[in-house]
C-alpha cells in the first residue's frame, strides 16, 4: 500500500465516515423544522466527504505525490513533537518557526521539510492541519475529512446566508454552492484553497451577521477574527480583496437606503470619504500582518516573481498561459486587468486541458461562460446594472470575485495552479450570476 497509506486508514475511514453522518443527521433533524434549507445539509455534507476522498485518491495514486501529502506528513511530524516535547511542539503549532524549534526534532519525530518551515503562509496549513491530525491518530484519509468537514462549515453558512436573503432561490444556491464539481473536488483536500475557501464563505456570513443585521454580534465576531486569521496566515492577499467588498456592502446598506435626494447630496460625499479612509486605515493596520501584499509596489512584485516562477516548465510542466510580462507599474497590470479576470474566470478552454483533470474544469468552464453570454445578451446591460445596483449581496459576490480573478489571473499563469488558486471565487460568481438571472426573470 502507498505509504502514506496505511491498514488503518481501511479501517478508520468508513468509521468516520458513519460518525460524521450521525453528527450530520442530527444537526439535520434539529434544524429542518424551523430552517428547511437543511434538507440539503447531509447531501451537501456527503459531497464535500466525496470530494475530499476522491482528491485524496487522485494525488496518492495519479499524481503519486503533492503538497497534499506533504502538509500531512509535516503535520504528523508536529504532532508527533506535541506527545514528545509538549511545550516545543505548543511552540510550534502558534506559529513560533525558530531555529530553537526548528533543533527541536529528532529521529523519533522526523523533521518537517525546510522549503515549507521557511514559508510561514505555507507552514500555517501544517499547523491547522495538526489539529485534525491528532484527532484522526495520524491517518490520512481521515484527516482529509476532518479537513474537508471543517471547510464545509463555512461554506454550508454562506448557502444559508444566500437563503436568508433570496429564499425563493435557495435551489439555485444549492447548486452554485454545495454541488459544483470541480469546487468540491478542488476544495476538500488538506490544501490552503480548502481553508481559504471555508474561511472566506465563514467570514461573509459572519460579516453579514454582525454589520448589516447586527445578530449574535459577540459569538460572529469571534467566528469572524478566527477566519480572518485563517485567511491572513495562510493566504493574505484573500483579505486584500475581501476588504473593499465589505465597504461595497457597507455602503449600499446604509447610503443606499437612503431616500431623500437633499440627504444624499449633503450627506453621500462625506460617507464616501469616511468609508474611503475607513477601508485605508484598515488596510494599513492590516497590511502589517500582510507581508508582500501589505503594499501595492510589493504586492505587484510578488505577482511578478509569482508569475515567472509559475512559467517554469521544468517544475511545473508546459500546462501554462503568458498575458504578458509584468513590468512593476500599476498602469500595466491595469492595461491587462480585463484579460487576466477572463482568463482566471473561463480558463483553461477545452483546448488547453492537457490531462483529465484540467478537461472537467474545462467543461464547467464552458458552461459557465455560456451561461454568462446568455445573461449578457438576455438581461442586456442596462438592467444587469440596475439588478447589480439594488442588490448588495450581488455586488458584494462581484467586487470579490473579480478583485481575486485579477490577482489571481495575473499572478498564476499556470494552469494547473489556476483551478486551485481561483475555487474562493467560484460560490460567490456562480450565485451572483444565477440570482441576476432570476431576478431578471421574476421581473418580466
Not at 148 to 172: A, D, Q
Not at 248 to 259: C, E
Not at 276 to 296: E, H, N, P, R, T
Not at 302 to 316: F, G, I, M, N, S
Amino acid at each position: 500500500m502507498n505509504s502514506v497509506l496505511s491498514m488503518w486508514d481501511v479501517l478508520l475511514t468508513p468509521l468516520y465516515i458513519f460518525i460524521i453522518y450521525l453528527v450530520g443527521l442530527r444537526i439535520k433533524a434539529t434544524q429542518i423544522l424551523k430552517h428547511p434549507e437543511y434538507k440539503y445539509f447531509v447531501k451537501g455534507l456527503s459531497a464535500k466527504m466525496l470530494g475530499g476522498i476522491a482528491f485524496a485518491f487522485v494525488y496518492v495514486f495519479y499524481y503519486k505525490g503533492g503538497d497534499t501529502i506533504t502538509y500531512f506528513n509535516d503535520s504528523t511530524v508536529i504532532n508527533k513533537l506535541l506527545f514528545l516535547k509538549p511545550s516545543n511542539g505548543l511552540s510550534v503549532l502558534f506559529g513560533n518557526l525558530s531555529p530553537e524549534n526548528y533543533a527541536s526534532f529528532n529521529w523519533n519525530t522526523y523533521w518537517p521539510h525546510l522549503y515549507i518551515w521557511s514559508d510561514d503562509n505555507t507552514f500555517s496549513v501544517v499547523r491547522y492541519t495538526t489539529i485534525f491530525n491528532i484527532f484522526s491518530f495520524r491517518n490520512y484519509l481521515p484527516t482529509t475529512l476532518l479537513v474537508s468537514c471543517f471547510s464545509y462549515i463555512g461554506i454550508w453558512n454562506l448557502f444559508r446566508l444566500f437563503k436568508t436573503i433570496y429564499p425563493k432561490y435557495e435551489k439555485v444556491f444549492a447548486i452554485a454552492i454545495l454541488f459544483l464539481p470541480s469546487f468540491i473536488f478542488w476544495g476538500s483536500g488538506i490544501m490552503k484553497d480548502t481553508y481559504i475557501v471555508g474561511a472566506s464563505c465563514w467570514i461573509t456570513y459572519n460579516f453579514y451577521r454582525i454589520m448589516i443585521v447586527r445578530k449574535k454580534v459577540l459569538l460572529n465576531l469571534f467566528f469572524f477574527i478566527l477566519n480572518f486569521i485563517i485567511i491572513i496566515n495562510i493566504k493574505p492577499y484573500v483579505i486584500a480583496c475581501l476588504i473593499p467588498s465589505m465597504l461595497f456592502w457597507l455602503n449600499q446598506a446604509y447610503i443606499g437606503k437612503v431616500k431623500s435626494p437633499i440627504f444624499k447630496v449633503l450627506v453621500l460625499p462625506i460617507a464616501l470619504v469616511a468609508f474611503s479612509f475607513a477601508g485605508l486605515y484598515i488596510f494599513s493596520k492590516v497590511g502589517q500582518s500582510m507581508g508582500d501584499y501589505g503594499s501595492l509596489d510589493s504586492a505587484i512584485e510578488k505577482a511578478r516573481v509569482t508569475q515567472q516562477d509559475l512559467l517554469r516548465e521544468d517544475a511545473y510542466g508546459s500546462n501554462s498561459y503568458n498575458l504578458g510580462n509584468i513590468d512593476g507599474s500599476l498602469t500595466g497590470l491595469l492595461k491587462i486587468a480585463p484579460i487576466a479576470i477572463y482568463t482566471a474566470i473561463y480558463r483553461p478552454f477545452i483546448t488547453e486541458a492537457k490531462n483529465v483533470m484540467m478537461l472537467f474544469s474545462a467543461l464547467e468552464n464552458l458552461a459557465l461562460l455560456i451561461f454568462t453570454l446568455v445573461i449578457i445578451f438576455k438581461v442586456k446591460p442596462k438592467k444587469l446594472v440596475s439588478i447589480t445596483k439594488t442588490n448588495p449581496l450581488i455586488q458584494y459576490s462581484l467586487v470579490f470575485s473579480l478583485i481575486l480573478a485579477f490577482g489571481v489571473g495575473i499572478a498564476t499563469a499556470n494552469f494547473g495552479a489556476l483551478v486551485r488558486y481561483k475555487i474562493p471565487l467560484i460560490p460567490f460568481y456562480f450565485s451572483a450570476l444565477f440570482l441576476i438571472y432570476k431576478i431578471y426573470q421574476d421581473s418580466k
